[in-house]
């Protein structure tokens, strides 16, 4: 059904030119990559938190709301470096099973961390008592290595 | 100079890549595909706590946490991290030595990450040994905060070297020059 839309967004004149070009498409694969590491950063330091271990000095509120705006201005990134990655090589992207596996992640990942985990964090420790911060912990560490692997796995088995 | 240099590092590599383990590792199917996973899925462990270390000393992030605070928080989740992502990036080595023998950003990686090093052993020994002095100052002392932005820096080039790794032809024409593949 969507392979029209994957046809047609690889056949832009955008994606023909990081397809085509020789240091764009490493150039964006870096930056995704730096936005990965400050996105992991943000997403850990907060997980962990809610599971009990890490920075437990600090209280989960606070935490969270210093975290955020890497959080936030990370995806930003990891989105605006993420679509000319894709569309440049789209019909790939749409055959692979990997691809699939990482924007299925990617959704629910978005849902847990940017607004279930939100909920969670914004009151204090105790409030939703001992057991759902860290059942949205652990949901959120697996959803986002499953994205980071599935992400990998494009390039490598596709 | 640089050249002979790595001739002399060359029989190295080239019985690495001889070896039956070595030759079977490459040889794997799904070997280095699980391998590269796992380094890539811990380098986002490491430089992901890392970064919020050098933030924390540079006075970008969590600068209401004591410094001590921060390192015990995040450090065993660091060296777990470190123990994966060296692990994996040894045998990743170990399993293809003569493809990274030539490669320019491999080199320039393992260069960047031996500074690295060098940065993290002279806080340790230096800056951190007056930590209680300063670690609950929003805004650590010149030294800390110098060391903290050589390692986030460092850190970025590792991240970034280490990507274009996959482009060695995107090299500098000098290191064409040298002849090493």
């Given at each position: 059904m969507l392979q029209p839309f994957f046809q047609w967004m690889g056949e832009l004149g955008f994606s023909a030119y990081f397809l085509n070009s020789v240091w764009p498409t490493p150039i964006l694969q870096c930056i995704h990559l730096l936005a990965?590491?400050?996105?992991?950063?943000?997403?850990?330091?907060?997980?962990?938190?809610?599971?009990?271990?890490?920075?437990?000095?600090?209280?989960?509120?606070?935490?969270?709301?210093?975290?955020?705006?890497?959080?936030?201005?990370?995806?930003?990134?990891?989105?605006?470096?993420?679509?000319?990655?894709?569309?440049?090589?789209?019909?790939?992207?749409?055959?692979?099973?990997?691809?699939?596996?990482?924007?299925?992640?990617?959704?629910?990942?978005?849902?847990?961390?940017?607004?279930?985990?939100?909920?969670?964090?914004?009151?204090?420790?105790?409030?939703?008592?001992?057991?759902?911060?860290?059942?949205v912990g652990v949901t959120s560490i697996a959803l986002w290595t499953s994205v980071t692997i599935g992400a990998r796995l494009i390039g490598l088995l596709s | 100079m640089i050249g002979s240099l790595f001739e002399t590092m060359r029989p190295l590599f080239e019985w690495v890549d001889a070896m039956p383990s070595s030759v079977s590792l490459r040889e794997s199917l799904n070997g280095y595909v699980y391998l590269l996973t796992a380094h890539v899925v811990s380098m986002g462990l490491v430089a992901g706590v890392i970064a919020y270390w050098d933030m924390r000393l540079t006075g970008v992030a969590l600068r209401w946490i004591p410094v001590s605070k921060v390192k015990s928080g995040l450090f065993p989740w660091l060296y777990a991290g470190v123990i994966i992502n060296a692990g994996t990036g040894f045998v990743m080595l170990y399993s293809q030595p003569m493809r990274y023998y030539p490669n320019f950003w491999f080199w320039f990686k393992m260069g960047m990450l031996l500074i690295l090093a060098l940065n993290a052993a002279y806080f340790h020994q230096n800056i951190e040994k007056t930590v209680d002095q300063w670690e609950r100052d929003p805004v650590a002392p010149l030294k800390a905060r110098m060391a903290g932005y050589v390692s986030l820096a460092l850190w970025a080039g590792v991240i970034v070297t280490g990507r274009m790794t996959a482009y060695s032809g995107l090299v500098p024409q000098w290191w064409i020059d040298l002849g090493l593949g």
């Open positions: 990965v590491a400050v996105f992991a950063g943000a997403v850990l330091v907060v997980d962990l938190r809610l599971l009990g271990r890490g920075l437990t000095w600090a209280s989960i509120p606070d935490l969270a709301r210093a975290a955020q705006p890497w959080l936030v201005w990370s995806f930003v990134v990891l989105v605006l470096t993420g679509i000319p990655q894709m569309t440049s090589t789209a019909l790939k992207q749409y055959y692979s099973p990997f691809f699939w596996w990482k924007m299925e992640a990617l959704f629910v990942g978005v849902v847990v961390t940017f607004v279930i985990r939100r909920i969670i964090t914004s009151k204090e420790e105790g409030h939703f008592g001992p057991v759902w911060p860290k059942v | -």
